[in-house]
């Protein structure tokens, strides 16, 4: 049985430091390629289209990544947003085994949450691929075959992360804050897409934002307790 990871832990191997760094390496890259394709977006939001600019809370995503802004300007920064969000959805997959690092007492459960989630990253891969504006239907269902997994995962591993005994409470809450916003941002979005119509509430692309940064500060923190420190 692998050792818990202890303040007195001598430092872990160089594949877990190396993954660990790409996951920190993946955010800082994807983060700066989003912040640029957010100052390049024309403007427009499925709430309203004639928007200036890039609205963080009311633009999804995947509005960073279509050829063509919801204005109906050429959106400049699309290659941006596509590689932004790749890159992203790239650094989760030694994330997910880096969160196991955190409750190696629980082999089976570690297994589930590595398994879901790398089915959940690979599909999240090619959600950037396919926007929504050209790829309606392909878009949503990419979505839906990354986010089930990846909800799995998340909440497998926030169990895990509490039955420990050993380390930081913090890595538990930010899996349980991530596991939650997108728990109920996806359960809105299916309603969305059941409903057949065009966004009519601020509240999804809202969910995502916050789901998204819940994320980003969780990795962080994983790859620096689970496979930087000494």
């Not at 999804?60 to 941006?80: I, K, V, W």
């Not at 591993?157 to 596991?179: D, I, K, V, Y």
Request: glycine share 10%; proline share 7%; charged share 10%.
């Amino acid at each position: 049985m692998a050792r818990p990871i202890a303040e007195d832990s001598p430092a872990p191997p160089p594949a877990v430091r190396a993954a660990a760094l790409f996951v920190l390496g993946s955010l800082v890259l994807s983060l700066s390629l989003m912040a640029a394709a957010m100052a390049l977006y024309p403007g427009g939001t499925w709430l309203d289209r004639a928007s200036p600019g890039h609205d963080f809370f009311r633009n999804f995503f995947c509005d960073l990544t279509a050829d063509r802004a919801l204005n109906g300007q050429t959106n400049p920064g699309a290659s941006f947003g596509k590689a932004g969000m790749i890159l992203l959805s790239a650094g989760t997959l030694p994330f997910w085994f880096l969160v196991t690092r955190l409750f190696p007492e629980r082999g089976r459960l570690a297994l589930a949450v590595r398994g879901f989630g790398l089915a959940s990253a690979l599909a999240a891969i090619a959600v950037p691929l396919a926007p929504s504006q050209r790829y309606g239907v392909l878009h949503a269902l990419l979505i839906f075959v990354a986010a089930v997994p990846g909800l799995l995962a998340g909440g497998l591993a926030t169990f895990g992360l509490l039955a420990t005994r050993h380390g930081s409470r913090m890595p538990a809450r930010l899996a349980g804050l991530t596991a939650g916003l997108a728990a109920l941002d996806g359960a809105l979005y299916a309603a969305h897409v059941a409903s057949g119509v065009e966004i009519t509430s601020a509240l999804i692309p809202a969910l995502q934002k916050l789901a998204a940064l819940a994320l980003v500060a969780w990795m962080a923190g994983t790859a620096a307790l689970a496979g930087l420190r000494d």
